[in-house]
Structure formats: structure tokens, C-alpha cells
């Protein structure tokens, strides 16, 4: 069973730094993509941030120039290095893989950004 699972998450000061990481375990293929998605209260999930097996990233235009995607195949772990924080990226982080046609999530990891 794939899971992948969050941690990193806390509270920090507008302007602050967080880095995200994501082990995924149950698996020995490659996934074709791992994406980081957010949803704050009362509004829809997001996708954030996006790496695919070729080390392309892609970013949603409300983070770019300030989280970066990585990941570690030696480590099976992603991370999201979050810089410059807003009160507005307070939201449940989760990370997602993408594998063999279908996609897991993690639980989620809390981030809260005050002002």
C-alpha cells in the first residue's frame, strides 16, 4: 500500500520559512508525478506545486518565487520549501503520488501563517 506522509507543518510570523516533506512508502516504482496541494477553511483544494518524473516543476502563480518542490528518490521523500510566508497560505498541506494510473494523498500537515 502506497502512503505518503506529511510533516513539517506549524505556525510561523508572516515573512517566515517552513519546509514540507513527504516520505512515501509501499512502493518500488517511479511516480510519474508528486504534487503538493493545500485547502484552507471554507475554500476548494489547490495544487501548489507540481514535480514530475523528469524533474519539471511547476508552481500555482499566488507561490511561485517563494516555495521551491524537491524531492529525494534515494529517500522516497518530497519537500516544499515555503519562504516568504503570507497570512494566505494558512491552509492542511498535503502531498499526493501519482502512480500506476491512480493517486494517493497523504493526510495532511497544518500550516498557519499570522500576521
Known amino acids: 500500500q502506497v502512503q505518503p506522509v506529511e510533516s513539517g507543518g506549524g505556525s510561523v510570523q508572516a515573512g517566515g520559512s517552513l519546509r514540507l516533506s513527504c516520505a512515501v512508502s509501499?512502493?518500488?516504482?517511479?511516480?510519474?508525478?508528486m504534487i503538493w496541494f493545500r485547502q484552507a477553511p471554507g475554500r476548494e483544494r489547490e495544487g501548489v506545486a507540481t514535480?514530475?518524473?523528469?524533474?519539471?516543476?511547476s508552481y500555482a502563480y499566488s507561490v511561485k518565487g517563494r516555495f521551491t518542490i524537491s524531492q529525494d528518490n534515494a529517500k522516497n521523500t518530497l519537500y516544499l520549501q515555503m519562504n516568504s510566508l503570507k497570512p494566505e497560505d494558512t491552509a492542511m498541506y498535503y502531498c499526493?503520488?501519482?502512480?500506476?494510473?491512480?493517486?494517493?494523498w497523504g493526510q495532511g500537515t497544518q500550516v498557519t501563517v499570522s500576521s
Open positions: 514535480i514530475e518524473s523528469d524533474g519539471s516543476t
Open positions: 509501499g512502493y518500488s516504482d517511479t511516480c510519474s508525478r
Open positions: 499526493a503520488a501519482d502512480l500506476g494510473g491512480r493517486r494517493y
